[in-house]
């Protein structure tokens, strides 16, 4: 199993800039894919940016050129810089680990973004 633990949500005024981090634990194998998602209020849940264990990232097209998605393999914990926020970003963020048949999820961060 493979645990994960989000950090970095809060309170942001538009155009600001937040970094959460998601610090993961347990059997985390060479190969794997990790990403941010969110969801907002009666929303349903939405993939924001993965990377894999090669480095390749994926952006969904709300985010693009605004957040980045980034890992520190030596602590085993993945990054997401988000800049330029705006109020439609406001959700609860979820870290999500897969590898070799392992779906682990932290439990969220919030990030509001309002004035």
């Known amino acids: 199993q493979v645990q994960l633990v989000e950090s970095g949500g809060g309170l942001v005024q538009p155009g600001g800039s937040l970094r959460l981090s998601c610090a993961a634990s347990?059997?985390?194998?060479?190969?794997?894919?990790m990403g941010w998602y969110r969801q907002a209020p009666g929303k349903q849940r939405e993939s924001v940016a993965v990377i894999t264990s090669g480095g390749s990232t994926n952006y969904a097209d709300s985010v693009k050129g605004r957040f980045t998605i980034s890992r520190d393999n030596a602590k085993n914990t993945v990054y997401l810089q988000m800049n330029s926020l705006k109020p439609e970003d406001t959700a609860v963020y979820y870290c999500n680990y897969k590898g070799l048949g392992v779906n682990s999820w932290g439990k969220g961060t919030l990030v509001t973004v309002s004035s």
């Open positions: 347990g059997s985390i194998f060479s190969i794997y894919t």
